[in-house]
């Protein structure tokens, strides 16, 4: 069973910058998703097992980056240039068949989500 926890969720202003991190049980290709009320959990970021590939959605290219930390076990996911629609919980997500695939369906481990309140 693998375990993830994410972390560093927090309140910032538009235009400023916080870093998640999801430590993850094992190592593996993981995903980042965000869901915001009323809204379908939509899919933000993806990198490989190995750290060399990564994936984004449009709205995040570009201001967010994803990135492993191997001494920590960990998957990060640094936001910058926050702007209101990025408020959302933020959740971590291993398992899919495919590494960058957007579909949350096809992750069967999920963490427990950080919120992330983006003020203007």
């Known amino acids: 069973q693998v375990q993830l926890a994410e972390s560093g969720g927090g309140l910032v202003q538009a235009g400023g910058s916080l870093r998640l991190s999801c430590a993850a049980s094992?190592?593996?290709?993981t995903s980042w998703f965000r869901q915001a009320p009323g809204k379908e959990r939509e899919f933000v970021a993806a990198?490989?097992?190995?750290?060399?590939?990564?994936y984004y959605a449009d709205s995040v290219k570009g201001r967010f980056t994803i990135s492993r930390d191997n001494a920590q076990n960990t998957v990060n996911l640094q936001m910058n240039n926050l702007k209101p629609d990025d408020a959302a919980v933020y959740f971590c997500a291993v398992g899919s068949s495919s590494w960058r695939s957007i579909n949350p369906n096809e992750y069967p481990y999920w963490g427990q989500g950080t919120q992330v309140t983006v003020s203007s």
């Open positions: 990198l490989t097992a190995g750290g060399l590939s990564s």
């Open positions: 094992d190592r593996t290709s």
